[in-house]
């Protein structure tokens, strides 16, 4: 699954960094959020309470260690899946 975010990414269709996924929600163009499952607790609420308020659905099922690896970046926290295809392929 963390390849299909590496293509995602280099599709353009991946914000990453929580301060870019909280962007991506508040304008609407998130359709899926990654959260890492070891981020602090902050940033979990920060990003949980966003995408509630947008009905964005958000998933913890990876670390950060994986969540960089996957976009070829460090320290990354979240993650705003921000096409509807890519995001289907993410639900299945």
Do not use: C, H, W
Request: positive net charge; without cysteine; proline residues 1%.
């Amino acid at each position: 699954m963390p390849n299909r975010l590496g293509l995602a990414f280099v599709a353009g269709k991946v914000k990453a960094g929580t301060d870019f996924t909280v962007e991506a929600i508040r304008d609407k163009s998130a359709k899926l959020v990654f959260l890492a499952s070891d981020a602090s607790d902050n940033t979990k609420k920060r990003v949980k309470d966003k995408a509630t308020f947008y009905g964005v659905e958000v998933t913890e099922m990876f670390d950060t260690a994986t969540l960089s690896k996957a976009v070829g970046k460090q320290n990354i926290k979240a993650l705003a899946i921000t096409d509807q295809g890519f995001s289907n392929m993410f639900k299945k």
